[in-house]
């Protein structure tokens, strides 16, 4: 098996975004049987890798590591039974971990061709577009009247989610934390805005709802909202869990996450059932682990609607691969809107 010398943004220290990680050298093995090497010119930033950081996330692999989801690049080499005219294509592809380096192998389903589509663009159709999609179109399909209520709405995943659900004929509740982001949550589609930070959001709701309830909450925080959004759904009504952001913010180690789990209780299967109400996680990691048929069907669907003109990306901010503390700050901070993209 071939090896390639490359170079990595390597997570070496939990803590702040600015002294997390350094630039190393390292050496990669050439892909195996149904994998593909991609030479990369960006790579995209997630959350999840702020929870990595943060040491918040189990999944990651031990420090000093290389984390990151997906990236663009050329297709530089490929493995045993992989269709050859994949050679020389450039495309946007998923991984699991190692997506902040220069060179990554990944498996053949994993990557999709894009042409001459701008990375920055492409990358919010990985991640962040097919988190969304699986959610909304594939695991439990909106429906058309239905009330959703989309939280960090202005965000990668948030965006996306509001174009499908109104594609479906669904009345969107898009929860944010700025004024400032009102407009572009807007010109998606959404048909309220709730700015959390003038008083709570479920008050909000609950006053435009006019006694009627929620059939869908999309929701990335937990924590505290988890009940608030349960007590707003309907019978029916789904509260899909595909993030813990909430718990990202304590600063107390074991008792933050205590206290994160604390804030979301216990809950009982036969009170799920007397209500008919229903509580779904999503972590698309072990999708693509377990099912990495689903991750194939929904990445190359979120492409061919971007292609259509169905679905509008949205572009939050590039930065340079030395700059990368600096992009993380940015997305911690919660500031941002769209998709983040770091460029080599």
Not at 165 to 193: M, P
Not at 217 to 236: E, H, I, Q, R
Request: positive net charge; contains cysteine; aromatic residues 8%.
């Amino acid at each position: 098996m071939s090896k390639i010398n490359s170079e990595a943004m390597f997570l070496v220290r939990k803590g702040a975004a600015e002294t997390a990680y350094e630039r190393r050298s390292f050496t990669i093995d050439g892909p195996g049987d149904g994998q593909v090497m991609v030479e990369s010119e960006a790579f995209g930033l997630n959350y999840a890798d702020v929870m990595a950081r943060r040491g918040l996330y189990r999944e990651a692999p031990p420090m000093p590591c290389i984390v990151g989801y997906e990236l663009v690049g050329k297709v530089v080499e490929v493995g045993a039974n992989v269709d050859p005219s994949l050679l020389g294509k450039r495309v946007l592809a998923f991984c699991r971990f190692g997506g902040y380096a220069k060179h990554v192998v990944t498996h053949d389903y994993a990557v999709v061709p894009i042409d001459e589509t701008p990375a920055e663009i492409a990358m919010a159709l990985c991640t962040q577009a097919v988190t969304a999609y699986y959610m909304a179109a594939y695991l439990t399909p909106i429906q058309k009247g239905d009330k959703v209520l989309i939280h960090a709405a202005a965000g990668g995943v948030g965006t996306i989610l509001i174009q499908l659900a109104k594609q479906r004929g669904a009345t969107v509740f898009a929860k944010i934390g700025s004024n400032s982001k009102a407009a572009l949550v807007k010109e998606l589609g959404a048909d309220y805005v709730i700015n959390y930070k003038e008083s709570d959001y479920a008050e909000q709701i609950r006053n435009i709802l006019k006694g009627k309830r929620l059939d869908a909450s999309f929701n990335p925080v937990a924590g505290s909202t988890y009940k608030k959004d349960f007590a707003l759904l309907g019978s029916g009504g789904r509260l899909i869990l595909f993030g813990g952001s909430e718990m990202g913010t304590g600063k107390w180690g074991i008792f933050t996450t205590l206290n994160f789990v604390f804030k979301m209780g216990m809950l009982l299967p036969i009170g799920l059932m007397m209500r008919s109400k229903n509580v779904l996680g999503v972590n698309m990691l072990k999708i693509a682990d377990n099912r990495p048929q689903i991750l194939d069907e929904c990445l190359n669907k979120v492409v061919e609607m971007f292609l259509k003109g169905d679905l509008k990306p949205q572009v939050g901010g590039t930065y340079k691969a030395d700059e990368l503390g600096k992009a993380h700050a940015a997305l911690e901070s919660g500031n941002t809107t769209g998709k983040l993209s770091v460029f080599w």
